[in-house]
Nanobody, 122 residues
Framework: QVQLVESGGGLVQAGGSLRLSCAAS????????MGWFRQAPGKEREFVAF????????YYADSVKGRFTISRDNAKKLVYLQMNSLKPEDTAVYYC???????????????WGRGTQVTVSS
């Protein structure tokens, strides 16, 4: 079992930055691939970023490429999402997920956090 807890969300002006963290607990947490997804009101949950178990491979949604960076610290069992140049359309609840077999497919992930709200004002 893996438990995930997100933090770092908040309110920021357009053009600003936030760093989200996902703390994973469980004996094998550091062996899982990890992803970030987001869901805006009235919209489907969408893929944001993926990182494999050792950080050697990363993938991003086109909408965040060049602005967001995913990273991980396996010793601390933490996964980060650095978000720069934020836009109002980035406003959503951001979820951390573990164990994805297909990076961009939410249903392929085994474990999910409860999410953290990110609001970007114009």
């Amino acid at each position: 079992q893996v438990q995930l807890v997100e933090s770092g969300g908040g309110l920021v002006q357009a053009g600003g930055s936030l760093r989200l963290s996902c703390a994973a607990s469980g004996r094998t947490a550091s062996t899982y691939s990890m992803g970030w997804f987001r869901q805006a009101p009235g919209k489907e949950r969408e893929f944001v970023a993926f990182i494999n178990w050792n950080g050697g491979s990363t993938y991003y949604a086109d909408s965040v490429k060049g602005r967001f960076t995913i990273s991980r610290d396996n010793a601390k069992k933490l996964v980060y999402l650095q978000m720069n140049s934020l836009k109002p359309e980035d406003t959503a609840v951001y979820y951390c997920a573990a164990g994805g077999s297909v990076p961009g497919v939410a249903r392929s992930y085994s474990y999910w956090g409860r999410g953290t709200q990110v609001t970007v004002s114009s």
